[in-house]
């Protein structure tokens, strides 16, 4: 080999790649808010990917455990409600109208119930 003529050999670390933290946000009452990887404020529990990529809206969280509702157990029902929900056209629910609309308008909102 010549002078000018030089051969290096670089050797690098690859980083550590952490693997995701799945985290399922949930509200006082326990029920699901979001499922995500990024670090929000609130209630949350760490679970598995599989249950992250179900993502499973009628999931509960009972005392810092995932409960899965029996599908048959849950009915939902759209109920009046004059202080939150969607606002629709009074006499047809499947319009929807803006809270600043003149025609007469009723809120509804979601409850769910499991038996």
Known sequence: MS???????????????????????????????TYTCEKLEGNY??????????????AKVVNGKLVR???GSVVS???P??????VCAAEDISI??????KIKKQKWKLETYEL
């Open 96 to 101: 929807l109208v803006s809270s600043k609309s």
């Open 69 to 71: 509702a029996n599908s």
């Open 45 to 58: 529990i760490v679970i598995d990917a599989q249950t992250f990529a179900e993502g499973r809206p009628d």
């Open 77 to 79: 029902k759209l109920v």
């Open 81 to 86: 409600d004059k202080k939150e929900g969607v």
């Open 3 to 33: 002078e000018q003529q030089e051969e290096y050999i670089l050797i690098w670390e690859a980083p550590k790649i952490e693997p995701p933290e799945f985290r399922l946000y949930y509200d006082d009452k326990g029920s699901v808010i």
